[in-house]
C-alpha cells in the first residue's frame, strides 16, 4: 500500500489505477476544440469588438496551442500536461470576460449580449473539454456505488437478519 508517482499525481493502494495517457480520440476532440474556440472567440470580435480583444487573443492562441496538442497526440505523444497548461489558463480568462461582458451593463456597446452568449458557450466548453482531458485515462477497479454481483454475474439476495429472542418477554 504504498504511494506511487504517475505523471500529473500520485495515487495509493489498489482502489484505482491513474494512467495518464490519452489516445487518439482526445487529439481529435482538442482539434475540434482549437476550431471551435478560435472560431467563436473570433464570432464574439466580430460581435463586440470593444469588449472582446482579450477573448480574441485568447481563444487564437488557445486554439493553435490546441490543434499543435492535438496533432501529437494523433501521432503517438500521449502525456497531458501540455493541453493541461493551455486548457486551465484559457477557461479562466474565459470565465472571467464571461463574467465582466454579462455584468457590463452600464456599457452600451452593440452586440454586447450576444458576445456575452458566445464567451458563456466558450466558458462552458472550455471547462468541459477541460475536464474531459483531467478525466482521460482513469480506470477504476471496482464498480461504482453499485451491489456486488457473484460469480455467475447475478447479483445476490439480501439476507435477513435472524429474529433473535427477546429475554424480556412475558
Not at 493553435?64 to 486548457?87: E, Y
Not at 458566445?118 to 462552458?124: D, E, G, P, Q, W
Request: glycine share 12%; net charge positive; aromatic share 6%.
Amino acid at each position: 500500500m504504498g504511494c506511487r508517482q504517475g505523471g500529473l499525481g500520485a495515487w495509493q493502494g489498489d482502489s484505482f489505477r491513474l494512467i495518464h495517457r490519452m489516445n487518439k480520440q482526445h487529439g481529435y476532440e482538442l482539434i475540434a476544440y482549437g476550431i471551435v474556440l478560435a472560431g467563436l472567440s473570433y464570432l464574439a470580435y466580430r460581435l463586440a469588438p470593444a469588449l472582446t480583444r482579450i477573448t480574441l487573443i485568447t481563444g487564437l492562441a488557445g486554439g493553435a496551442l490546441c490543434l499543435i496538442w492535438g496533432m501529437r497526440t494523433i501521432l503517438g505523444n500521449t502525456k497531458k500536461v501540455l493541453p493541461l497548461l493551455t486548457l486551465i489558463p484559457v477557461s479562466f480568462i474565459l470565465l472571467s470576460q464571461a463574467v465582466l461582458s454579462w455584468a457590463g451593463g452600464h456599457l452600451d456597446v452593440p452586440g454586447r449580449r450576444m458576445a456575452a452568449l458566445v464567451i458563456t458557450v466558450l466558458t462552458v466548453f472550455s471547462i468541459g473539454t477541460l475536464m474531459m482531458i483531467v478525466c482521460a485515462g482513469i480506470v477504476f477497479d471496482e464498480p461504482s456505488g453499485g451491489a456486488a454481483k457473484d460469480k455467475s454475474g447475478q447479483i445476490p439476495a439480501p439476507k435477513r437478519p435472524e429474529a433473535k429472542s427477546n429475554p424480556i418477554q412475558p
